[in-house]
Structures are given as C-alpha cells and as structure tokens.
C-alpha cells in the first residue's frame, strides 16, 4: 500500500514532545499543506511532487490522524488554535520561521486559525472546501444538517460515537470516501490506506475529539475573534467544490472576504476532495497565490 508521496522523504519530529509524522520534499520557500477527515498526509499525493519543483513543501499528518501521536485525552487539546501552534512549531523547528500555509477541510481550519494568530509567520494562506468554524455552525439549519451530520454526531460529549464507528470503522469512514468524491477518485489501494488509518480505536477516539473541540472551542475562539473584528492579513485563496443542483445554505465567498481583506476565489468541479480531484487545477492556484 502507498504509504507516503512520491520522492518524498519520511521522518519523525518531536515538536513540544509530540510526535508528529512529517513529509518532504523539493527546495525553495517553504509551503505546509495540511490534509483533512478522514485523510492523511497522503490526501497531497497528486499536489506535492508538483509544487516541489519550486517549494520546500511539508506535509504533516495532523496529531491524531495517520502516524502522528495523539497530544492528549481532552478535547481541548485538539483546539485548532493548539493545533496552528504546534503547526508553526513544527515549521520554526524545520528552519522555517515564515511560510506559505494551504489546508483541505479540517487541515483548512487549523490554517485559517495559524493564519489568524501568528499573522508573523504565515506568508499565504490557502482554504480547500471549508468555512470557519462559526460560520458553520451557524449556517446548518433545517435540510442542510443532513449532509452535515457527522458534525452533530462526532461532537457527542459521550463515548456513543466511538462505540458505533468502532463496530464498523470501514463503513463510516468509507462513506465519506465514497460519496464526497466522484466515483473512480480512490484505487482499491489509496482507499485501504485511508481505511487502515483509522481503524485504531485510538484513532477514532482522536478525530471525535477533533470535531467535539469545533463545537464547544473552535466556534467560541472564532466568535470572539469576530466580534472584535480581526482579519487575516496574509493574501487568501479560497477554493471550494461546485454544488451543481445543491443549493449551499451558505455564501462562502461573502464569508471569506468578510475574513480577509486580500481574497481570491476558484469554483472546482470534483467533489469535496479537491487535491485528489482537481489536482492540476489546485497546483495552479497555489502557484498563482504565492507568486
């Protein structure tokens, strides 16, 4: 099975004495992409050789998730504010104390939140299919929890969650591969990969704890934020997937630039999974963002 990207190099690094899973390659500016649920590093496959014809680009799997270690029982502990930091951590411990930042899905936010809380460190910010973590929250009404009904579960402030994903973690994780992507996005290969990531109950345990910290931390941190009108003030891509006949409950452009003064757009068919989708079209927007 893959296990990591292609003329990449592997490697553990102990950042605030957590261990963290790491994946590098090519020279240049640094550039961190951080994967998303319920993904690994292996989520850049397609994205990272290209762009490291230009970058020194890294590709963590998030505490948690993949082979990095869990960084604690509580669900504050996976606060993506907790994560940024450990993120720039990382980077400063690299040799990079300033750095282009893109994450898909959760890796998005905890780059929206580096972005927003060590505005000294991130240079460009990419968001892949996401919103903050309030605007979400408060943009699920009616229909529109259906398809976010992983939010509301995984959130649960009891062991109910693990208990019925662990039953059958192929099932629950695969439903997401299966029906956020089009058909034919994953090989029987990259799919076990992703599958076999997330059996442990450890791990499962990890990514519940990763969504109870969106709900009763991450949407408070952003909430304040908000309200006292910070910005990010890093230029700022933001990509997310075409709906086709869905109507969004939700304007992500008018939430973007509500968040940042310098945005720039891009609609991409292809499903919620767009470095794996889109890859060529997600290379060029990144290069153009960075420059």
């Known amino acids: 099975m893959p296990t990591t990207i292609s003329g990449f190099d592997e490697r553990t690094v102990r950042v605030d004495g957590l261990d963290l899973h790491v994946a590098s390659g090519g020279e240049g500016p640094p550039l961190l992409l951080l994967h998303g649920f319920p993904q690994t590093h292996l989520a850049w496959r397609h994205v990272a050789p290209a762009l490291a014809d230009r970058f020194r680009v890294i590709c963590p799997d998030l505490p948690g998730y993949g082979a990095s270690a869990k960084p604690g029982d509580g669900h504050e502990h996976y606060a993506k504010r907790v994560t940024a930091a450990t993120m720039v951590a990382l980077m400063r411990q690299l040799g990079h104390d300033r750095f282009s930042l893109v994450g898909h899905d959760r890796g998005a ?68 591969l299966d029906t956020w992507a089009e058909a034919g996005t994953y090989d029987a290969e990259i799919r076990e990969t992703y599958l076999a990531a997330t059996r442990d109950p450890e791990t499962i345990h990890a990514i519940c704890q990763d969504y109870r910290a969106s709900a009763f931390v991450d949407a408070a941190h952003d909430g304040e934020d908000r309200q006292a009108g910070r910005r990010i003030k890093a230029p700022t891509l933001a990509i997310w997937q075409d709906p086709g006949d869905m109507v969004l409950p939700f304007d992500p452009s008018a939430i973007w630039h509500g968040w940042a003064a310098d945005v720039r757009t891009l609609t991409l068919p292809g499903g919620h999974f767009l470095p794996e989708t889109q890859p060529d079209a997600v290379i060029a927007a990144i290069r153009s963002l960075i420059g």
């Open 109 to 176: 936010l905890v780059a929206f939140r580096a972005a927003l809380d060590h505005p000294d460190a991130v240079d460009h910010l990419g968001v892949i299919d996401v919103i903050p973590t309030v605007d979400m929250w408060e943009s699920l009404a009616g229909v529109g929890g259906v398809f976010g009904f992983h939010l509301y579960f995984l959130a649960q402030l009891n062991d109910l969650p693990e208990r019925m994903i662990g039953a059958d973690p192929d099932t629950f994780f695969g439903h997401f």
